[in-house]
């Protein structure tokens, strides 16, 4: 059986940031269940959902709200699943707040918080497949692959540069 892991956003208007997260996960062959939930408009779900994520059989569980971000601090209250926090740029701050709401969470109650934005979205991907990669010996195949293709993209860049730079 593949691993999968649940993807919870807090609107449906943060899925363009997302997809790129679901993108990576499928490069990576994760399952992903996506929903939108949301900790200030329906906690009630965002709790079911943490609570019942493990023995759902979820590896992990990626969180992404904008503003003041507590959804991914809202999942992992109510888990031990490992939670990964997305801080979506969506507000006049630009995900300065979601970054220090989903970051800034008390000692007791770990989130691993990626970067704001698309990037954070990619990154919250591969982390996922690197704490399933833990404990499975075809995802760290997969993630090494990942590597070497962006060791050899930079080093064409690198080539190309040095071809124009030279010419000069
Ligand atoms: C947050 O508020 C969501 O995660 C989203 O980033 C933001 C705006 O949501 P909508 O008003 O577009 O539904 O909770």
């Given at each position: 059986?593949?691993?999968?892991?649940?993807?919870?956003?807090?609107?449906?208007?943060?899925?363009?940031?997302?997809?790129?997260?679901?993108?990576?996960?499928?490069?990576?062959?994760?399952?992903?269940?996506?929903?939108?939930?949301?900790?200030?408009?329906?906690?009630?779900?965002?709790?079911?959902?943490?609570?019942?994520?493990?023995?759902?059989?979820?590896?992990?569980?990626?969180?992404?709200?904008?503003?003041?971000?507590?959804?991914?601090?809202?999942?992992?209250?109510?888990?031990?699943?490992?939670?990964?926090?997305?801080?979506?740029?969506?507000?006049?701050?630009?995900?300065?707040?979601a970054l220090l709401a989903t970051v800034q969470m008390p000692p007791g109650?770990?989130?691993?918080?990626?970067?704001?934005?698309?990037?954070?979205?990619?990154?919250?991907?591969?982390?996922?497949?690197?704490?399933?990669?833990?404990?499975?010996?075809?995802?760290?195949?997969?993630?090494?692959?990942?590597?070497?293709?962006?060791?050899?993209?930079?080093?064409?860049?690198?080539?190309?540069?040095?071809?124009?730079?030279?010419?000069?």
């Amino acid at each position: 059986m593949s691993a999968k892991v649940l993807v919870v956003m807090g609107s449906d208007s943060d899925w363009s940031v997302m997809e790129s997260c679901v993108d990576q996960l499928q490069k990576f062959e994760i399952e992903a269940e996506v929903r939108v939930c949301s900790a200030h408009r329906t906690p009630e779900v965002a709790h079911q959902l943490s609570t019942t994520a493990a023995d759902e059989g979820y590896s992990a569980i990626i969180a992404a709200a904008g503003h003041a971000a507590h959804l991914a601090g809202v999942m992992a209250a109510s888990t031990t699943l490992p939670v990964i926090g997305i801080p979506i740029d969506s507000s006049a701050l630009d995900g300065l707040d979601a970054l220090l709401a989903t970051v800034q969470m008390p000692p007791g109650v770990p989130v691993a918080t990626v970067a704001i934005g698309k990037p954070g979205a990619t990154n919250a991907a591969i982390l996922a497949a690197q704490i399933i990669g833990a404990a499975d010996a075809g995802m760290r195949a997969r993630l090494e692959d990942h590597k070497a293709t962006m060791a050899s993209k930079v080093a064409q860049k690198d080539d190309a540069l040095r071809g124009k730079v030279s010419g000069r």
